[in-house]
C-alpha cells in the first residue's frame, strides 16, 4: 500500500519492541472498547468489534486483555473517546490523513499541530486532503490459504471489487459497505485472515528525494507514537536507497 506499509515496516524495526507492543496493545484495547461500547459486546453481532478483535489477535495480543477490553466497555467505567481525523501535509507536499480515538479534542489537535508544523508541514482542514484517497476495506490472507484462482472467485462471489495475490498472499480490496459481509463470508471459507481493516489508500503516490523522506518518516514516527494516533496514511513512496540506508 504505497508509502504506509513500506514506512510501518521500518518503524517496526527501529523502534524498541518491547516498548512498541506495549503502545500496539494499548491502541488496540481502545479500539475494541470503543467498538464494544458503541455496539453489542458480542462480536458475531456487532462487526467493528470482530474486526477490532482479529487486529489484536494478528498482533498477537493475549486474550485476557481482548476481554479486558470488551468488560471495560460493558461495565460502563470506560472513557468516552471521540473518533476524529487529521488531515495535513508533509515535506514535498505530501498528503497525510491521521486517524485518533481521543478523550481530549483539544489536546490531541494540538499535539498533532505540533507534530506537522515542526516537520516543516502543516495541519489543514478536514477533507483537504482525503479527496485523494479512497476509503477502502482491505482483507489480507497467507498465500497457502487458498489458490489465487479460488480466492478470486469467492472473493468476486462475495462481492469484493478487486484481488491481488503474490507469493506474500492475498490481498481482497472491498468498498466500505460491503467490507463487513465480504470479510465474513471468505473467513467462513478460509479461516481468519491475516489482517481485515479500513485503510485510506492514495489514488497516486508522490516521490520524493531521501532527505524529504526521512523528514516525512519522522514526523509519521512522531505521529504513530501519540497515545491517541490510531492510524496514519501518506501518499509517497520511499526510495530504494533509503529504505536499505534504513534497513527496510
Known amino acids: ?8 515496516n521500518i518503524m ?3 523502534g524498541k519492541q ?6 500496539i496493545f494499548s491502541k488496540l484495547a481502545r479500539e475494541i472498547t470503543v467498538a464494544a461500547k458503541m455496539g453489542m459486546p458480542d462480536p458475531n453481532m456487532n462487526p467493528r468489534l470482530r474486526l477490532a478483535i482479529q487486529a489484536a489477535r494478528a498482533e498477537n495480543m493475549p486474550k485476557d486483555n481482548i476481554e ?3 468488560k471495560k466497555a460493558a461495565g460502563g467505567d470506560s472513557e468516552n473517546y471521540d473518533e476524529v481525523r487529521y488531515e495535513g501535509y508533509a515535506p514535498g507536499g505530501v498528503a497525510v490523513i491521521v486517524e485518533a480515538l481521543t478523550d481530549n479534542r483539544n489536546r490531541t489537535a494540538g499535539e498533532v499541530r505540533s507534530y506537522f508544523t515542526k516537520a516543516g508541514g502543516s495541519l489543514a482542514e478536514t477533507g483537504a ?3 485523494m484517497f479512497d476509503h477502502v476495506g482491505e482483507i489480507e490472507f497467507d498465500a497457502k490459504a487458498a489458490s489465487e484462482d479460488a480466492m478470486m472467485e469467492a472473493a468476486i462471489e462475495a462481492g469484493a471489487d478487486d484481488v491481488q495475490s503474490s507469493a506474500d498472499g492475498h490481498v481482497i480490496t472491498t468498498s466500505m459497505e ?14 481468519e485472515p491475516r489482517k481485515s481493516k479500513l485503510v ?5 503516490t ?9 523528514k516525512i518518516l519522522k514526523l509519521v514516527g512522531n505521529l504513530e507514537d501519540n497515545d491517541d494516533v490510531q492510524n496514519v496514511f501518506a501518499n509517497f513512496e520511499i526510495s530504494e536507497t533509503l529504505m536499505a540506508k534504513l534497513g527496510g
Open 206 to 214: 508522490i516521490s520524493v528525494d531521501d532527505e524529504t523522506g526521512e
Open 18 to 23: 518491547d516498548a512498541l507492543r506495549s503502545k
Open 129 to 131: 486532503v482525503s479527496f
Open 12 to 14: 517496526h524495526k527501529k
Open 68 to 70: 479486558r477490553a470488551i
Open 200 to 204: 485510506w489508500r492514495p489514488q497516486n
Open 178 to 191: 460491503a467490507f463487513a459481509e465480504v470479510a465474513k463470508s471468505l473467513e467462513a471459507k478460509f479461516g
Open 1 to 8: 500500500m504505497a508509502g504506509h506499509s513500506q514506512f510501518k
